[in-house]
């Protein structure tokens, strides 16, 4: 693999807009930005001809694409669900399980645990997004509300869990019985936790960053909505500067007033994009699978047959480009909770979501209207 010297490139860093520089890929690493004058003559130019480069967008929140699920329990269907996304900039992701029965919950995790190990799937895939089965039926959403559990009542199964490795991230309801257990008994592994599809009100959340929460999953959608004299679990959230939140700039889930106004109080250090998507993403209309259920996508919109928003059909640089276009968010910013700042709240930011030496060299290269026309994978150009 030869070195590398990107060039003719605005480059994109949580600083600065970098112009009239060139940035140095040496393999899989990413060297750093230099003036092009002092360009080594053995790195081989990449002329990108004056377009914006990026670091690969990171979903920490995604069920599927290409007509397949992550709870298939088959590695073909999360090979599937990677290249997919990664055709349109995600470089990194961590594919997530609906709720479902403690098999098919096990069988999923094998199977992501069995991809990540694939020579052509490692440093891609980064583990796994439990998003239940610890949610509150009063904010099912789209899962199937038969398989929902309290943490109390099912200990020897989320045990189980957590002794997988390969759990990253687990999104739960905090006011459930026995949650706090799991949570830290979670977070002492490294395993960081969100607060999602949940009726925790403000004192609730409070008390669970203290155990160690630090997220919420998709902001405003399956949670106590804000009240003016009730913040919610929403309100809450946003008014507590420590935690992140995921949110879907789908133009579908949260009208863009309600996008401005997140990424004007979380900003591009908490605010981290997620595309939520599901089997449905890159696909026609139609009938798609959602963990043991058949959702609709009609017109781009993803419902279950009771009519409740079903995750979303989009990619993550869909998500960066809404918040571009249909909001008063500025690129630099836009980028960098698609990639900078999930890393962060991941604890991966050493190796994945910037332009920095040492960085992998996930790199995605975009014209004036947004749209991917490279994607560079650990300096392998995959598109």
């Given amino acids: 693999m030869p070195k590398l010297a990107f060039l003719n ?24 930005i230099s003036p092009v004058s002092t360009v080594p003559d053995e790195f081989a130019p990449v002329d990108l001809q004056g377009c914006w480069l990026a670091p690969g967008f990171i979903d920490i929140h995604l069920h599927g694409a290409g007509g397949v699920d992550a709870l298939d329990g088959s590695v ?3 090979r599937r669900i990677a290249l997919k996304h990664l055709e349109n900039g995600t470089t990194s992701l961590y594919p997530t399980l609906v709720s479902a029965t403690p098999q098919e919950m096990r069988q999923g995790i094998l199977a992501i645990k069995e991809a990540m190990n694939d020579s052509e799937l490692s440093g891609r895939i980064l583990g796994v997004h439990l998003e239940g089965p610890f949610l509150n039926p009063r904010f099912g959403g789209s899962h199937d509300l038969s398989l929902l559990r309290n943490p109390k009542d099912c200990r020897a199964e989320w045990q189980e869990y957590l002794d997988e490795s390969v759990i990253k991230l687990i999104t739960l309801a905090p006011e459930l019985p026995g949650s706090e257990e799991l949570v830290r008994a979670a977070v002492a592994r490294g395993i960081t936790i969100a607060i999602g599809h949940s009726g925790a009100d403000y004192e609730a959340v409070r008390e669970a960053r203290t155990w160690g929460v630090n997220q919420c999953s998709h902001l405003f959608n399956a949670m106590l909505g ?23 700039a789908d133009g579908i889930h949260l009208h863009p007033a309600l996008l401005s106004i997140i990424a004007r109080i979380k900003g591009s ?22 963990g043991g259920r058949n959702v609709i996508l009609k017109d781009g919109v993803a419902r279950t047959q009771e009519g409740n928003l079903a995750g979303s059909s989009i ?42 030496k040492g960085r992998d060299a996930d790199l995605v290269v975009l014209n004036d209207n947004l749209k991917v026309l490279q994607v ?8």
Wanted: glycine fraction near 8%; proline fraction near 4%.
């Fill in 376 to 383: 560079w994978s650990r300096g392998k150009q995959i598109r």
């Fill in 9 to 32: 490139a605005r480059i994109i860093t949580p600083e600065e807009l970098v112009l009239n520089s060139a940035l140095l890929v040496d393999k899989e690493r990413i060297l750093g």
């Fill in 315 to 356: 990619s993550l640089c869909d998500a960066v480009r809404t918040m571009v276009t249909k909001t008063t968010t500025g690129l630099q910013t836009a980028v960098q909770m698609a990639t900078l700042t999930p890393a962060r709240a991941m604890g991966i930011e050493s190796s994945k979501g910037s332009l920095n």
């Fill in 226 to 248: 804000l009240h003016q004299r009730e913040p919610g679990t929403a309100g809450s959230v946003l008014a507590l500067e420590s935690f992140y939140a995921q949110f879907i």
């Fill in 76 to 78: 073909e269907s999360i």
């Fill in 269 to 290: 250090e908490k605010g981290i994009l997620i595309s939520d998507a599901i089997s449905s993403a890159g696909m026609p209309d139609g009938e798609y699978p959602l």
